[in-house]
């Protein structure tokens, strides 16, 4: 039996994440992954800067990496209705048509919302697992067990393709003192626990990525989204790198050809849907079930719940691998506190507490994206309502009882009679110019689906960690489309370029594990009163709030919003857990009496911890930049070891 802090049973963008950012911070972990190479058949493509975000937390040089891959702005600006994708459109959305708001978006983040595929990423990703000493990354293994004894956990892995006969049976017993299942939709180590999911079934879905270079000639838009209605077939085309593509559709039954036979239906389909002429080489083909739903727990003991394991969105809208990014960044630093800091398990119970109102209104957005492309197609008949009323049909009785010799053809029938329907803006019909201009009218109001900075950036937790204050959330509109940068307590910090030793430096860049960062304008009053109790219940960093130029000094103090002497304590993690206008001599008080009462509970040992990590220290920083009322943090970019989150 070998021994290890963490064990994350999953590599994909979830678990690598998690695993990264827990090595950033000191604690070693085991990542089994049932697949030996990356899965290469794209299932994600839509990366918020957010998560480039956490990225550069985890690892600079593994943010740029990603960022790389994307291609420019203006190459993936056009969302495109049509009924041929080489033929005229019925309508378009050009992402980059106001450059006043695409300015506004650049200023929220150091990164762009970028069009990534998951084919490109996860590559990425398992090479920085293969090269972090922390990792040991297990590739083509199964967790076959996950029993829990009391307070931690023991998995049992094998092999998931056996070199040999001599090696199928062979086991191996991991004792883990916490486990977390990031693997996936289809989650058997949640299964396992019993731990059920809940939430509606929308459609099932086929799809294919395959290989077109002469799809659009050199000189010709290409759209990197081609809503496609034509009889025969409806569904949408993604444009990725390399004159790679992935085709998607609905279907109603596993007895169909997409499903039973996917390479023969694609090997079909794809002649008719992009013409005879276009050469195409198919890479791979998928199908999965479109859900909306959630885990009743992300918690049971020693096993959390992360990613698709705990959350499954639609693809409309591009939450899914985002969100479960952000499970890691909130699971990783607490995760750390416990394990290097004293702190109690219970701490994992704010994990729930936080993460299920955000992706619960993600899984709502993903959902109405859905459904509102029916004002699109409505003309034509053809809606995804009606594709879910049939799918939940064509599973319960009376016609789940039908063989499938009989369901495949009536399914293809009834696909065949809905995209027929489409025929009606195809040139020279009759109702052709009426039709595609109801289309074209309802296109501009399809925006939320591509466009959703208010919810990348402006999602808030709220927890016993988080301080409350009365009234709502400052946002704009619906906080879907825009975003209001805010330090309302459980915000994400809003970003701003700050000096810090005689450098200009992106502000998340400055918050490190262990510890609290507290930002004001005022940091030699905050050291002075922070330093007055010779026992704060957390260390905290103090950093001054300075303009790298002073003709920005006035918008960046509004930015914070706490005025010329108030401050802003920042978690790990980057979202803001307490704010407050008043002075330091005034406030400081207030703060420290605070944590205790709301985060001293999740740290029982720290008032005789035998290292002193409850003592306050005043370090100089060497100028009036950033104090440290804390023991050992040096390096704000660098994991420090005697401190405590």
Known sequence: MITRPVVIVGAGATGSTLALLLARY??????????????????????????????????????????????????????????????????????LSRPDWTAQVRSHSPFLLSHIGQHQLMPVLWEALDREPLVDFRRATLAEQVDQTGTSAVVTARPAVP??????????????????????????????????????????MGSVFFHAPGLFPAGTERPLLSWIYRPGFCGVMIAHADDDYILMTVYLHPAQQIARDPRAYWERMLPAVLGPGVPTRIRSTGTWTMTSQMASRFRRGALLLAGDAAHRFPHTGGFGLNSGVQDAHNLAWKLTAILHDGAHADLL???????????????????????????????????????????????????????????????????????????????????????????????????????????????????????????????????????????????????????????????????????????TADPHAWTAALTTDPRPPLPIQVTAL??????????????????????????????????????????????????????????????????????????????????RVSANTADPAQPTTDSAP
């Open 349 to 519: 119970d704010t994990y729930d507490t936080e993460r299920r109102p955000v992706v619960t209104r993600f899984a709502e957005q993903s959902v109405s994206n859905h459904f509102l492309l029916d004002k699109v197609t409505r003309s034509l008949g053809v809606t995804n309502r009606a594709v879910q009323q049939a799918t939940a049909a064509l599973a319960r009785p009376p016609l789940a009882w039908l063989p499938d010799r009989l369901l495949a053809p009536l399914c293809d029938r009834l696909t065949d009679m809905q995209t027929a329907r489409t025929a009606a803006v195809e040139p020279g019909h009759r109702r052709a110019g009426r039709v595609r201009a109801r289309i074209a009218a309802q296109i501009p109001g399809q925006l939320e689906h591509f466009i959703a900075t208010g919810l990348e950036f402006g999602y808030v937790y709220r927890s016993p960690l988080i301080r409350s204050e009365p009234g709502p959330v400052p946002i704009d509109g619906d906080g879907v489309l825009t975003y209001r940068p805010t330090t309302w307590p459980g915000a994400r910090l809003p970003h701003a370029t700050i000096e810090f030793e005689h450098q200009p430096m992106p502000i998340h860049d400055l918050l490190g594990p262990g510890r609290l960062t507290l930002f």
């Open 546 to 627: 300075r303009a790298p130029d002073p003709g920005d000094r006035d918008a960046l103090i509004a930015l914070y919003e706490v005025g010329e002497h108030g401050a802003v304590a920042v978690r790990p993690d980057g979202h803001v857990l307490w704010r407050n206008r008043d002075q330091a001599p005034t406030a400081a008080p207030e703060l420290l009496d605070w944590l205790r009462t709301q985060w001293g509970p999740y740290w029982p040992a720290r008032k005789d911890h035998p290292n002193g990590r409850g003592r306050a220290h005043p370090m100089p920083a060497g100028d009036d930049h950033a104090t």
């Open 26 to 95: 000191g604690v070693p972990s085991t990542v089994l992954e049932r697949r030996s190479d990356p899965l290469l058949h794209p299932a994600a493509h839509v990366i918020n800067a957010r998560s480039l975000e956490i990225w550069q937390h985890t690892d600079p040089h593994l943010a740029a990496r990603i960022a790389a891959l994307a291609p420019p702005i203006e190459q993936v600006n056009i969302i495109r209705w049509c009924g041929d994708p080489a033929g005229p459109p019925l309508g378009q959305i050009d992402l």
């Open 163 to 204: 070199a040999s006969p001599a090696t199928a049976s062979s086991t191996e017993t991991i004792y883990a003192r916490f486990v977390v299942a990031a693997d996936g939709a289809n989650s058997s180590v949640r299964e396992q626990a019993g731990i059920g999911m809940t939430g509606p079934v929308l459609a099932n």
